[in-house]
C-alpha cells in the first residue's frame, strides 16, 4: 500500500464542494446498464459473504486496529434496531477509513454504503465494491430508477444503508462542515430511524493518531411536518448531533485554513 503523505495546513475556499482526497481516479458516469445489486441467488450470497466476512473484514479490522487503534462508542444504540432497516449518517474524514468502519459500526450485518462513483474505478477493488455494498451514485435517470430500486431492495431486507453527507474527503477534520438536506429524503420516505456517527480525532502516547467513533440516535421524521421540512429538521438535528460529538476531538492533525482575499 502506497504511504499516505499527510500535509500539515490545507487551504479551504468553499466547505460544500471543496475535495482534498489524494486518489486521483477518473470515473464515468454510471448509466442505466450498471447493475447494483449482484447478491441475488445462492452463488450471489456465497460470493458476497466470502468477499465481505472472510476477506474485507479482517483486513479492515487489521488496517483500522494497527493504524488509528479505532475503537467505537455507544454501538448498543443499535441493537434494538438490528433487525430494521436503518439510516446512518456520518463524516467523511478518511479516504481508506470511511470505506471500512461501517463494516466494524454495525457488525455483524451487511452494509450499503452511497458512494461516489470514482469507487468502483479503484485499481484493484474496484470490480468488487457492489458485492461489498457500495452504491455508487448515478449518472443518467436510467441509472436513477435502478438505484432507487436498489435502495428500496435494501430496506425491504432490513439492512442498514450508510451516508455520507458531507460528499468530500476532508482527511483529519476534526469539524462538521455543512451539508443539505437531500439525502435524508429516504428515511423520510421510508419512515426508518436514523442513526449518526461521528469520527473524532485523538492523540496518542507515540505521536499517532487515535479515531474514537460515537453513535447516536435513533432519530425520527416529524410526521406532522410536510416532507420537505420533515428532512430538513431531521438534517438540523443529526447535525447538531454531530457537532456537539466533533467537539470532543482533542487533536488537530491537519490545520484548515479558510482562504480570504489576502
Known sequence: MAKEIIPDTIVFS????????????????????????????FFGKIKRFILFRVIAKPIAWFYLHSKFHHEIVGKWKLKRYKKQAIFIYGNHTQIIGDALMPAFILSPRYINVIVHPNNINIPGIGKFVPLLGGLPLPGSSGAKEH???????????????????????????????????????????????????????????????????YIDG?????????????????????????????????????????????
Open 147 to 213: 438505484f432507487t430500486d436498489a435502495i428500496k431492495k435494501r430496506v425491504s431486507q432490513h439492512q442498514p444503508i450508510v451516508i455520507y453527507p458531507e460528499a468530500h474527503i476532508w482527511p483529519y477534520y476534526t469539524g462538521i462542515r455543512p451539508f443539505v438536506s437531500d439525502s435524508f429524503t429516504y428515511p423520510v420516505y421510508y419512515g426508518a430511524p436514523t442513526f449518526c456517527f461521528t469520527n473524532t480525532y485523538h492523540q496518542r502516547k507515540n505521536g499517532k493518531v487515535r479515531i474514537r467513533t
Open 218 to 262: 435513533p432519530f425520527f421524521p416529524d410526521y406532522e411536518s410536510s416532507p420537505k421540512e420533515a428532512k430538513e429538521l431531521l438534517r438540523n438535528e443529526v447535525y447538531n448531533t454531530m457537532c456537539d460529538r466533533a467537539s470532543l476531538s482533542t487533536f488537530e492533525r491537519i490545520k484548515y485554513i479558510k482562504k480570504t482575499d489576502d
Open 14 to 41: 468553499d466547505p460544500l464542494h471543496d475535495e482534498f482526497s489524494t486518489m486521483e481516479i477518473h470515473s464515468d458516469p454510471i448509466l442505466e446498464d450498471y447493475k447494483y445489486i449482484r447478491d441475488n441467488g
